[in-house]
């Protein structure tokens, strides 16, 4: 089995308090979950490596950087260092909390301004609450992917996700990988087409 040299990328996690952030990592760490919630203060660090096989790539080892952004305004200055080298960004929303959904303008303002335009996941979390409350349709998430995309000038998926029970978490990591490489590969494609113009 042949496996392309192992490539680090950082990730930062953000979005409103209480939406699910932490879980979704330590889910995909492959711890379980717990009904206990602590709340994150300032920024948590984690790391994983995963072996994805991608078409036309084939296998890639990548050494994934979380850095995992308490949601609270008190910890802005802190979440300003901790963007620094950042290649892309999970924003998370709760599919059962409204205000978490409009709170992800601001999320993703603050992540544009300390990184750029870069690849972005969307994720609504707790869909397993879907039976239980009245939650946000995944219509809501795709329009507003979509919308971003649009305004980007690159792509960003949305997918939604149950930490509590695990659904689409691995699966989250390996689209944002796939939106990674995508983004290599154009910005190596604009780079090339930039030299054979000067050339």
């Not at 492959?30 to 078409?55: A, M, R, W």
């Not at 620094?84 to 303002?109: R, T």
């Not at 998430?141 to 649009?150: D, H």
Request: glycine share 8%; with cysteine; net charge positive.
């Amino acid at each position: 089995m042949i496996i392309m040299r192992g490539i680090r990328f950082k990730v930062v996690v953000i979005g409103d308090s209480g939406v699910g952030k932490t879980t979704i990592v330590k889910r995909f760490l492959g711890e379980p979950f717990s009904e206990i919630y602590i709340k994150t203060l300032g920024v948590d660090f984690y790391s994983k490596s995963e072996i994805y096989n991608f078409k036309g790539v084939g296998k890639v080892k990548i050494f994934w950087d979380i850095h995992d952004f308490g949601g609270q305004p008190t910890f802005s200055s802190i979440r300003r260092l901790a963007y620094f080298g950042a290649h892309a960004g999970i924003v998370v929303f709760d599919v059962s909390n409204v205000q978490s959904f409009k709170n992800l303008k601001y999320w993703l303002e603050e992540f544009v301004t300390f990184c750029g335009v870069r690849p972005i996941l969307l994720v609504g979390n707790k869909i397993d609450l879907r039976e239980k409350v009245i939650t946000l349709s995944p219509k809501v998430g795709e329009k507003f992917a979509s919308m971003l995309s649009e305004s980007f000038g690159i792509e960003v998926p949305y997918l939604e996700t149950s930490a509590k029970l695990g659904i689409n978490v691995n699966k989250a990591f390996k689209t944002l990988a796939q939106s990674l490489f995508r983004f290599r590969v154009t910005k190596e494609l604009i780079l090339q087409e930039a030299r054979a113009n000067q050339s």
